[in-house]
């Protein structure tokens, strides 16, 4: 499968290339199309192929059935994506950091009773 290739167009190649050796008399079984189907995806569907792997007899399982649960995942998928980017395009800037002082009620106006760590962060909340 060739990346950003639908499923589709993938089929239609595969079963070009096995009605092809078909011609030459090559014969294949349905659990060995279907594994070869399977090991042609790519990583982003690992997680179906596992599924399918190992809950589906591959002997029985036809490859109609195979096609339409690619197809119906690829949907579902494509769906998913669309709604990630979309957030994401809604999500412009991120929330700003805010540092919080704490407020001096001493008359004396003097800072020797601030530790080192209080002014520096006092320091950093004048400069923003």
Do not use: C, H
């Not at 036809?62 to 339409?68: A, G, I, K, P, T």
């Not at 119906?72 to 919080?100: D, F, G, H």
Request: proline share 2%; net charge neutral; charged share 35%.
């Amino acid at each position: 499968m060739k990346q950003d290739e639908p499923i589709v167009d993938m089929i239609s190649r595969f079963t070009d290339i096995i009605n092809g050796l078909k011609g030459f008399d090559r014969k294949f079984t349905n659990g060995k199309l279907m594994s070869k189907m399977l090991r042609s995806l790519l990583e982003d569907w690992n997680s179906l192929r596992m599924l399918l792997e190992n809950t589906k007899d591959v002997n029985t399982y036809q490859l109609d059935e195979l096609y339409r649960t690619l197809m119906t995942y690829e949907l579902n998928n494509a769906e998913i994506k669309e709604k990630t980017k979309r957030s994401k395009r809604e999500i412009k800037e991120p929330p700003k950091r805010q540092i919080a002082v704490k407020s001096i009620n001493d008359e004396g106006s003097s800072n020797t009773n601030m530790s080192n760590e209080e002014l520096d962060d006092l320091v950093l909340f004048v400069k923003k």
